[in-house]
């Protein structure tokens, strides 16, 4: 199962002329109002008092999420849960009117400055309450980044085992 066709990640912003600004010195494309994209990673640039960050799924089978046991709220094809960690989710059923280049994500030349976008990681409070099986069973396996960001600790982050 599949949380949606397009994803975004959401990001409060004070001045969005500037945040605009910036994503696009970065070699982002904007492709709505407040949706920058570098061909794979789409971000929507949030003002107001949203919470950050957000990931947003749109194309979302609902009614599947329902299923597994997930509480949600939101009603008009629109819901919203917040997982173990405080990471606001949405999803929305209405399809997609962003538009983006052809082929997949990860097929596509990024247009940023950046590179490919391959993962999106959050903090966590409790290691244990938040692993998962996987839908095919696989144990999640704790990993270690490669490399933290310039004067940032190294925070865990979890892949799927393949064994």
Not at 122 to 129: E, L, R, T
């Amino acid at each position: 199962m599949k949380l949606g066709d397009y994803v975004e990640i959401g990001t409060a912003v004070s001045d969005l002329a500037e945040a605009l600004a910036f994503y696009e010195k970065l070699g982002f494309k904007q492709v709505t109002n407040a949706v920058v994209t570098d061909g794979s990673l789409n971000i929507l640039l949030l003002t107001g008092s949203s919470p950050s960050p957000v990931l947003s799924y749109v194309g979302s089978d609902i009614e599947q999420v329902k299923a597994l046991g997930i509480p949600l709220e939101g009603d008009d094809g629109t819901a919203i849960f917040v997982d173990l960690n405080g990471l606001h989710v949405t999803l929305t059923t209405e399809k997609s009117n962003v538009p983006m280049p052809g082929g997949t994500p990860m097929t596509r030349t990024p247009l940023s400055r950046c590179g490919k976008f391959g993962e999106f990681a959050v903090p966590c409070k409790d290691i244990q309450a938040s692993m998962v099986k996987s839908s095919k069973g696989r144990e999640m396996k704790h990993i270690q980044p490669r490399m933290p960001s310039p004067g940032r600790e190294i925070r865990p982050f979890y892949a799927v085992s393949h064994k």
